[in-house]
């Protein structure tokens, strides 16, 4: 079973940590053996996992790797960095952080500590982390881990903001068309209904789907809400994923956009890994596991192998059909130069620019599109109110 620990140090500091132990009594045991003055022993729930409790903000984790590392590079011993962390981390990040402290002070590395964490600490990172151990340079490799974590949150968040614009308007525009079809056609259609004449067509089909809206919503819901659970599920399966990620490049515009942020991420992070001495079959194989595309990871684990075998780094990039000429031909400079790390992170500073560039093209061609798009649905609409008005007006 396991227990949380709340206990003062020597010097008067509030340490807390989670422990396993067969009672409360054999874990206060524990607790004190460690030369610490027991406070309090509770019983963990079962399923509880602090690093799973929702999502820790990302700028949390890198200001967390930050300080860390600066508060080992001037000479603070990993526990007390820890505990000072736990103590000024939000709610979840201090559970995750304590219960990293009380591994750390069992013997356990801080690389194996941080890998029961996975909502927090990728893949990546903890083997970022377990190179850095192996070679006594934890701090450095923190702080270049904070900076590309930090890099990484900003483009995404440069992303992000793009699509906000476009999304806030295609909900304004749903949002209208259903109060029309709920508030204004219903009142408009009992008018129509006064008078015996021929409604245009625009009009008959407004108030066929408002009608339809109105007396089916439950039937239009519980549809919705089956059809976005079967492709929901079908997504979740390994053909599903598998379609879709193999389709989600090709898209017009949004295709681009995506790729070019996925080749900035990856070789971003495989600058950082094979710069901190991981051997470069290991480090593909992480960037593998983590870019978040089937496709992709398959090409990234066939050119583990071929590297593995022999084969020249970028030739196997070249050969990959999701990789651009550019990744092989880079690689090949960085395998000539002896300075693979540093060409990655040109090659992975290129494709940011590609990316915002990208994004800023598609901001600004959507604005036009998006009023197009409105104009003609509100032209429409109005057309099909107008119409039967000035028709019935003209008969009167």
Do not use: C
């Amino acid at each position: 079973m396991r227990f949380r620990y709340k206990a003062r140090d020597a010097h008067g500091v509030e340490v807390r940590g989670v422990l396993d132990a067969q009672d409360t009594k054999n874990a206060a045991g524990m607790v004190r053996e460690k030369k610490l003055t027991v406070i309090s022993v509770s019983k963990e729930l079962e399923g509880l996992n602090w690093g799973g409790w929702g999502r820790v903000n990302p700028s949390e984790v890198t200001n967390f790797t930050r300080q860390l590392a600066t508060m080992i590079n001037a000479g603070l011993p990993i526990i007390d960095a820890l505990n000072l962390l736990r103590l000024q981390s939000g709610p979840r990040m201090s559970g995750a952080v304590g219960q990293i402290m009380a591994d750390v002070q069992s013997g356990v590395s801080l690389s194996e500590a941080m890998s029961k964490h996975p909502a927090l600490f990728s893949k990546v990172y903890v083997a970022l982390v377990r190179a850095g151990e192996a070679a006594g340079v934890v701090e450095t490799i923190l702080l270049r881990l904070s900076d590309t974590l930090e890099k990484g949150r900003v483009f995404r968040g440069k992303v992000v903001s793009a699509m906000i614009y476009p999304f806030i308007i295609l909900i304004g525009m749903v949002g209208v068309m259903i109060l029309m079809m709920v508030v204004v056609i219903p009142k408009l259609t009992e008018v129509y209904k006064q008078f015996d004449t021929q409604l245009p067509l625009a009009t008959r089909i407004v108030v066929g789907v408002s009608d339809a809206f109105m007396g089916y919503w439950w039937l239009i819901a519980i549809g919705g809400v089956g059809v976005v659970g079967v492709v929901g599920r079908y997504m979740k399966s390994p053909a599903g994923r598998r379609w879709w990620d193999s389709l989600v490049y090709k898209f017009p515009v949004m295709g681009a956009l995506a790729r070019e942020a996925m080749l900035a991420e990856l070789t971003r992070t495989l600058a950082l890994l094979a710069g901190s001495g991981v051997a470069i079959v290991e480090a593909i194989n992480i960037v593998a596991g983590a870019v978040g595309n089937v496709i992709v990871e398959a090409e990234m684990r066939l050119i583990a192998k071929r590297v593995e075998k022999g084969f020249s780094l970028a030739v196997s990039f070249g050969e990959a059909p999701s990789f651009p000429p550019i990744v092989g031909q880079m690689v090949a400079v960085g395998e000539e130069t002896g300075k693979l790390d540093d060409v990655l992170a040109k090659l992975s500073a290129f494709f940011e620019e590609e990316s915002e560039q990208k994004v800023k093209n598609l901001t600004t061609a959507l604005e036009p599109i998006i009023l197009i798009v409105m104009a003609v649905g509100v032209g429409f609409l109005m057309y099909a109110i107008i119409m039967p008005i000035y028709e019935i007006t003209n008969k009167i």
